[in-house]
């Protein structure tokens, strides 16, 4: 059982900057990805970036070029920088982390901090 805690929310002005961060209880160097959602309120989670064990990246199209997803496996921690945030970034961020086992995906979730930004 892994445990995810995320920190770094919080309330920041439109063009501000935020960064997230997760811990993992686990070790993620035998992640097959960990990633970064948002969840709204009254919509549906949605993926923001996701970074794969050889390091890959992908980002939302909403986000790209403003946030850099990032991993440090010797620490077991997973960062989100988030740069010009805008009032649409406002969510829940919840931390994932995806285990491979065989043809078998395995997901994990934090409880997600709260990203407040004021226009």
């Known amino acids: 059982q892994v445990q995810l805690v995320e920190s770094g929310g919080g309330l920041v002005q439109a063009g501000g900057s935020l960064r997230l961060s997760c811990a993992a209880s686990?070790?993620?160097?035998?992640?097959?990805?960990m990633a970064w959602y948002h969840q709204a309120q009254g919509k549906q989670r949605e993926l923001v970036a996701r970074?794969?064990?050889?390091?890959?990246?992908t980002y939302a199209d909403p986000v790209k070029g403003r946030f850099t997803i990032s991993r440090d496996n010797a620490k077991n921690m997973m960062y989100l920088q988030m740069n010009s945030l805008k009032p649409e970034d406002a969510a829940v961020y919840l931390c994932?982390?995806?285990?491979?086992?065989?043809?078998?995906?395995?997901?994990?979730w934090g409880q997600g901090t709260q990203v407040t930004v004021s226009s």
């Open positions: 994932n982390a995806e285990y491979r086992i065989g043809t078998v995906s395995l997901h994990y």
């Open positions: 970074i794969t064990s050889d390091g890959s990246t």
């Open positions: 686990g070790n993620i160097s035998s992640t097959n990805a």
